[in-house]
């Protein structure tokens, strides 16, 4: 359910500007023909080159998507996390600013009261994916499964082949949890959605940053409503935005579920928000369901929802396609570790 006074605040506009074809469009003679020579293992590199420029990288992505993304394979490329017991939320004194600096986008303070309080959580060892599912992945496992739902976000239903390698959107959580069990059945090896906070330390690190890439907003290093391009882009292509563990689009393209419900913070208050639906009054008389956590932003939504504390959902709206990533707490074997 929409708040009334949306129609006034940036953040429920319905659509982003048109995206200017200059962001998009690799310069006439070079970057373009040059890619055309390219193998796709050269292709691969330079999607994740933060020395080519956005359009290089997104014109090579393209090809691989036709080509085939060695980057893409039967089991997840994965980056390991030490375990440690680490700090997760946000203290209440940070509330504020963090409000003040996402004012001209319409950020809530109750938005921001769901990170308080700053709190720790102990972690084992985990490795968690490099890249967020892909629509290639996704529809291996529907062909794979005979599962009828389609992501919503496949016009008509369709496999949107052009974009292979970019992250599949427009899923629910239990389709999430259904493709991390039928993964873990073809290969043998335990995989899962990230717990909330281990998704969190993961995009963050242990100097606990702001964004996976640091403490300031950065358009080149996410792929969110500020950067233009308004549309998802294939995993990797923002690698300036890369984690401090190595896992790439932990901020923007699409955002992630995790395998978490919303509960409220040790001692944090609970936010009875649109996401917890019509019937919320506490969580003490459980008149609410709880919604599953998701992280990271979008493509299609401002960077406050980038931000690695940020806690959100699956917003009853297209404006809010959700995906995922896997993780495991077992090493994984052979090409899928690094």
Do not use: Q
């Amino acid at each position: 359910m929409t708040p009334p006074d949306a129609a006034a605040s940036p953040h429920f506009e319905e659509h982003a500007e048109l995206a200017d074809p200059r962001v998009l469009r690799p310069a006439a003679g070079t970057a373009a023909a040059r890619l055309t020579a390219f193998t796709p293992a050269e292709l691969a590199s330079a999607v994740e080159d933060p020395g080519e420029p956005l359009a290089v990288r997104l014109a090579a992505g393209g090809l691989l998507a036709l080509l085939g993304d060695p980057r893409i394979g039967p089991v997840p490329r994965a980056v390991p996390v030490p375990g440690a017991a680490v700090r997760t939320g946000l203290a209440p004194d940070h509330v504020a600013s963090v409000v003040d600096a996402w004012a001209h986008v319409g950020v809530e303070r109750a938005w921001i009261d769901k990170e308080t309080p700053a709190h720790t959580a102990e972690l084992a060892d985990y490795w968690i994916a490099a890249y967020p599912v892909t629509n290639a992945e996704y529809r291996n496992f529907l062909a794979d499964t005979g599962r009828r739902d389609r992501p919503t976000t496949w016009y008509l239903g369709a496999y949107p082949y052009d974009r292979s390698n970019h992250p599949v959107a427009g899923v629910r959580p239990e389709d999430a949890d259904a493709y991390a069990a039928w993964l873990s059945r073809r290969t043998g090896h335990p995989w899962r959605l990230p717990g909330e906070a281990e998704w969190e330390y993961a995009a963050k690190g242990p100097s606990g940053l702001e964004f996976p890439w640091g403490d300031t907003f950065d358009t080149d290093a996410v792929n969110t409503r500020e950067t233009g391009v308004h549309t998802t882009t294939p995993v990797g292509a923002f690698p300036a935005g890369r984690s401090p563990f190595g896992a790439f689009d932990m901020g923007g393209n699409v955002e992630e579920f995790v395998a978490d419900g919303y509960r409220p913070y040790p001692g944090g208050p609970f936010v009875a928000d649109d996401l917890v639906g019509d019937t919320a009054r506490s969580e003490e008389d459980g008149a609410y369901e709880a919604y599953r956590v998701a992280r990271g932003g979008s493509f299609s939504r401002f960077g406050d929802l980038a931000r690695t504390r940020r806690r959100h959902g699956a917003f009853p709206s297209p404006l809010y396609p959700v995906g995922f990533r896997l993780a495991t707490g077992t090493r994984p074997k052979g090409r899928c570790s690094v």
